[in-house]
């Protein structure tokens, strides 16, 4: 991206994706499916689409060019990556689509029967050597690999929306997934400048995990009278959410104390019940006087030069992030009617 004065006036052209996978099908042209899609062919990946029907699938590729035109003009999609979005092949179905691509990327519905198919069908007629990924949020991993033929080339790689803008995405292995296509994934994930993290197959995986507990709470904070939706959000977005575009809990804590973090939730645990318990390691952590940076380790370790780096980071990006954040409208009466 370029900025010019706190202004995006444009962006770099991104197609410069050399090696792994020179050619990728999308099943499923969907939000997420015509996302990855565009995301893939801006990088230069050779891309093909179908969708449940061929004239679904004509529609999708049609919207999938229409909003990269839009993106172009508003200046978040070099000019360069529109004739390579334009270039999206489609195919009537799913055999046409795979069979001579490295990467199937799965965007079907969330629905357990539906997946088995199109995975049996995928798998079936892919290449042997072609990586078969999954960008199911829910379902888990280890039952979605039965469906696949050769499961050591399958894993779960799940985008989050929008994906075009969205840097993280969860790489979650099945048992029999090999070694070597989570790293190929890997590394074909940060070579196209996304932030993948490899997680394991519980429930909602980590991102899901995490955002829900935050939404139940949120939810009980309006229920309980303590605050609106509308005050809720600004809390959570103004002030520990305004951390979170660059530490997550851990980082976060350890800036805190982990001191301050027991003693805060032992307050929770007596107020609101037992889910504030506090963990045995945190507990632990604390008895050891491993109580974040300012000891020097915490959940993470820390030398003195790594301390006053993070530090100075911290309040440069929060500086940086105030900026661009300066404009940013309340939040809108709108959303009042609630349950
Ligand atoms: N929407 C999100 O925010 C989000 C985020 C992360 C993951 N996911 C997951 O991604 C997957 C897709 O979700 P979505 O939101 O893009 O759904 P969607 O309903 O927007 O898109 C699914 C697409 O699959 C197509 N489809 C249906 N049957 C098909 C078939 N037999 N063959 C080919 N295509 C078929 C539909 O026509 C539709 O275009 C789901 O597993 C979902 O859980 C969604």
Same mark, same amino acid.
């Given at each position: 991206?370029?900025?010019?004065?706190?202004?995006?006036?444009?962006?770099?052209?991104?197609?410069?994706?050399?090696?792994?996978?020179?050619?990728?099908?999308? @099943?499923?042209?969907?939000?997420?499916?015509?996302?990855?899609?565009?995301?893939?062919?801006?990088?230069?990946?050779?891309?093909?689409?179908?969708?449940?029907?061929?004239?679904?699938?004509?529609?999708?590729?049609?919207?999938?060019?229409?909003?990269?035109?839009?993106?172009?003009?508003?200046?978040?999609?070099?000019?360069?990556?529109?004739?390579?979005?334009?270039?999206?092949?489609?195919?009537?179905?799913? +055999?046409?689509?795979?069979?001579?691509?490295?990467?199937?990327?799965?965007?079907?519905?969330?629905?357990?029967?539906?997946?088995?198919?199109?995975?049996?069908?995928?798998?079936?007629?892919?290449?042997?050597?072609? @990586?078969? +990924?999954?960008?199911?949020?829910?379902?888990?991993?280890?039952?979605?690999?039965?469906?696949?033929?050769?499961?050591?080339?399958?894993?779960?790689?799940?985008?989050?929306?929008?994906?075009?803008?969205?840097?993280?995405?969860?790489? @979650?292995?099945?048992?029999?997934?090999?070694?070597?296509?989570?790293?190929?994934?890997?590394?074909?994930?940060?070579?196209?400048?996304?932030?993948?993290?490899?997680?394991? *197959?519980?429930?909602?995986?980590?991102?899901?995990?995490?955002?829900?507990?935050?939404?139940?709470?949120?939810?009980?904070? +309006?229920?309980?009278?303590?605050?609106?939706?509308?005050?809720?959000?600004?809390?959570?977005?103004?002030?520990?959410?305004?951390?979170?575009?660059?530490?997550?809990?851990?980082?976060?804590?350890?800036?805190?104390?982990?001191?301050?973090?027991?003693?805060?939730?032992?307050?929770?645990?007596?107020?609101?019940?037992?889910?504030?318990?506090?963990?045995?390691?945190?507990?632990?952590? +604390?008895?050891?006087?491993?109580?974040?940076?300012?000891?020097?380790?915490?959940?993470?370790?820390?030398?003195?030069?790594?301390?006053?780096?993070?530090?100075?980071?911290?309040?440069?990006?929060?500086?940086?992030?105030?900026?661009?954040?300066?404009?940013?409208?309340?939040?809108?009466?709108?959303?009042? *009617?609630?349950?």
């Amino acid at each position: 991206m370029l900025w010019i004065c706190g202004e995006l006036v444009g962006v770099e052209d991104q197609g410069t994706h050399r090696g792994w996978p020179e050619g990728a099908a999308i @099943i499923g042209a969907g939000t997420m499916g015509l996302g990855v899609a565009e995301c893939l062919a801006a990088a230069g990946i050779a891309v093909r689409l179908t969708d449940a029907t061929p004239e679904l699938t004509r529609e999708a590729k049609a919207r999938l060019v229409d909003r990269a035109r839009g993106h172009a003009a508003a200046r978040l999609l070099a000019d360069e990556a529109i004739g390579r979005v334009e270039a999206v092949e489609t195919a009537d179905d799913v +055999v046409g689509a795979v069979g001579d691509v490295d990467l199937v990327f799965e965007a079907v519905p969330e629905d357990i029967g539906l997946k088995e198919e199109i995975l049996g069908s995928c798998s079936g007629a892919a290449l042997q050597d072609t @990586i078969i +990924v999954s960008n199911t949020s829910s379902l888990p991993i280890e039952g979605l690999s039965e469906f696949v033929e050769d499961p050591g080339r399958f894993c779960g790689m799940h985008w989050f929306n929008p994906p075009e803008w969205t840097p993280g995405v969860e790489v @979650i292995p099945a048992a029999a997934t090999e070694g070597e296509v989570v790293e190929r994934v890997v590394a074909f994930l940060r070579s196209i400048g996304k932030r993948p993290a490899v997680v394991g *197959d519980g429930p909602g995986f980590v991102a899901n995990r995490i955002q829900n507990a935050l939404f139940l709470e949120a939810v009980r904070c +309006v229920e309980e009278g303590l605050a609106s939706p509308q005050e809720v959000d600004e809390v959570v977005r103004s002030c520990f959410g305004f951390r979170l575009p660059f530490f997550g809990p851990f980082q976060i804590s350890d800036m805190a104390g982990l001191d301050v973090y027991e003693n805060v939730l032992d307050v929770l645990r007596d107020g609101l019940g037992e889910r504030f318990e506090a963990p045995e390691s945190l507990r632990r952590l +604390v008895e050891q006087g491993r109580l974040g940076t300012k000891s020097g380790a915490g959940f993470l370790t820390y030398t003195d030069e790594e301390r006053q780096r993070l530090l100075l980071e911290r309040d440069r990006r929060y500086a940086a992030l105030n900026e661009l954040l300066k404009d940013l409208p309340p939040i809108g009466a709108g959303s009042e *009617d609630g349950p």
